[in-house]
């Protein structure tokens, strides 16, 4: 059966390539406007949680931690 994949290319919490939405679909359910409607609203959600969780940082492109000498050159409070 034909299936809808919306996937995230990266997530740091979800995992690599986390999936947002697997949905079967088969040529019958678009007889019905509902389920077309529906669908194209699940669709929008999962690719707006697809697209945030390419927006948070991940291991490779978080900013790093300040290093000692950064520290101690910071003005005491």
Do not use: Y
């Not at 949680?49 to 492109?61: G, R, S, V």
Request: proline share 8%; hydrophobic share 45%; net charge negative.
């Amino acid at each position: 059966m034909p299936q809808i994949i919306v996937k995230a290319d990266q997530s740091s919490d979800r995992g690599e390539g986390a999936v947002m939405l697997r949905e079967r679909v088969n040529v019958a359910d678009f007889e019905s406007d509902h389920f077309a409607a529906q669908l194209v609203e699940r669709l929008g959600w999962a690719v707006s949680d697809a697209h945030e969780a390419e927006q948070e940082p991940t291991p490779d492109n978080a900013p790093a931690a300040p290093q000692a000498a950064e520290l101690s050159a910071l003005p005491a409070s």
